[in-house]
């Protein structure tokens, strides 16, 4: 463990050499900037349109707020996303990329096995990706709520699955860098993020125009690649009562979903088909929740 903990610290250095962490730090900057100044103005056009409709303020979880709601859930949708590029991107090449420049045959002639090195290597960029993404989410959520005083039912629950999105991504493009090139890894890893992302349109798709084929389709794509699943959990804790009503009557469309994620989350894909163990008694039960699909 001592070797791998060596080789975490390795490559926390090396993101700090190759100006990783400089240039996520000015484009988090630049982004927070241009995002939040969107919200600047829009908090300003409400609120003029309450004085104009003789109104002396706005609820915050009300109908009225949507506007704010929305952004601060489609903005930690960017931050999902975001983060899972930056996954991809930085971990592309964390194994392959040193084989391709001879770089892993001066490493792996010490005492280091493999395995301590693979995991070493995952453990530095996670601490990198995954500081990425908290500060990414704490300054966007705090940024809304400094302009607004809007801040989503539970923001800690959702960055958290958001956060483990980007950790199993990473791990994946690790485990992809041990066994392909970097290219074949990159695009590899891409199609099955987009097999998860595809899942979620077929499912809402399905649940929509009540077709059982593509909301099959939807749930094993999800359940093949479950990051798809871990934003629409995410979603629910970023939803208050006014837009959950709201994503409900939409049967769920995609990017949201109007109920919790079934433990575990990322089996949320096949948690709601009929031979899951829970089925006969979730379909006794009066909570319409358990009875969504």
């Given at each position: 463990?001592?070797?791998?903990?060596?080789?975490?610290?390795l490559?926390?250095?090396?993101a700090v050499?190759?100006r990783?962490?400089?240039?996520?730090?000015l484009?988090?900057?630049?982004?927070?900037?241009?995002?939040?100044?969107?919200?600047?103005?829009?908090?300003?056009?409400?609120?003029?349109?309450?004085?104009?409709?003789g109104?002396d303020?706005?609820?915050?979880?009300?109908a009225?707020?949507?506007?704010?709601?929305y952004?601060?859930?489609?903005g930690?949708?960017?931050?999902?996303?975001l983060?899972?590029?930056m996954?991809?991107?930085s971990?592309?090449?964390?194994?392959?990329?040193?084989?391709?420049?001879?770089?892993?045959?001066?490493?792996?002639?010490?005492?280091?096995?493999?395995?301590?090195?693979?995991?070493?290597?995952?453990?530095?960029?996670?601490?990198v990706?995954?500081?990425?993404?908290a500060?990414?989410?704490?300054?966007?959520?705090g940024?809304?709520?400094?302009?607004?005083?809007?801040?989503?039912p539970?923001?800690?629950?959702?960055?958290?699955l958001?956060?483990l999105?980007?950790?199993?991504?990473?791990?994946?493009?690790?485990?992809?860098?041990?066994?392909?090139?970097?290219?074949?890894?990159g695009?590899?890893?891409f199609?099955?993020?987009?097999?998860?992302?595809?899942?979620?349109?077929?499912?809402?798709?399905?649940t929509?125009?009540?077709?059982?084929?593509?909301?099959?389709?939807?749930?094993?794509?999800?359940?093949?690649?479950?990051?798809?699943?871990l934003?629409?959990?995410?979603?629910?804790?970023?939803?208050?009562a006014v837009?959950l009503?709201?994503?409900e009557?939409?049967r769920g469309?995609?990017?949201?979903?109007?109920t919790?994620?079934?433990p575990?989350v990322w089996?949320?894909g096949?948690?709601?088909?009929?031979?899951?163990?829970?089925?006969?008694?979730?379909?006794?039960?009066?909570?319409?929740?358990?009875?969504r699909?």
């Amino acid at each position: 463990m001592r070797n791998a903990l060596l080789i975490a610290e390795l490559s926390l250095r090396e993101a700090v050499r190759k100006r990783l962490v400089s240039v996520l730090l000015l484009l988090t900057a630049l982004f927070l900037g241009f995002y939040l100044y969107g919200i600047v103005r829009l908090e300003g056009t409400l609120d003029q349109r309450s004085l104009d409709a003789g109104l002396d303020g706005r609820s915050l979880n009300g109908a009225s707020n949507l506007p704010v709601i929305y952004s601060a859930m489609f903005g930690m949708y960017l931050v999902y996303f975001l983060g899972s590029l930056m996954a991809v991107l930085s971990t592309v090449g964390a194994v392959s990329g040193d084989i391709e420049n001879g770089v892993m045959q001066s490493v792996i002639a010490r005492p280091i096995s493999r395995a301590q090195l693979v995991l070493g290597r995952w453990l530095g960029f996670s601490a990198v990706n995954l500081g990425y993404v908290a500060l990414l989410s704490a300054g966007l959520l705090g940024g809304v709520y400094a302009i607004t005083g809007y801040l989503p039912p539970a923001p800690l629950a959702a960055t958290g699955l958001i956060l483990l999105s980007t950790l199993l991504l990473t791990a994946l493009t690790v485990l992809g860098s041990t066994l392909f090139t970097t290219l074949a890894n990159g695009i590899g890893v891409f199609v099955l993020y987009g097999v998860g992302f595809t899942g979620g349109i077929l499912g809402s798709i399905g649940t929509f125009a009540d077709t059982p084929t593509l909301t099959t389709l939807g749930r094993t794509a999800n359940a093949l690649m479950p990051t798809n699943a871990l934003w629409l959990g995410a979603s629910y804790h970023l939803q208050p009562a006014v837009a959950l009503q709201i994503s409900e009557a939409s049967r769920g469309a995609n990017p949201s979903s109007p109920t919790p994620p079934s433990p575990p989350v990322w089996s949320s894909g096949l948690s709601s088909w009929p031979s899951w163990p829970s089925w006969e008694a979730c379909t006794a039960s009066a909570d319409a929740t358990c009875k969504r699909g």
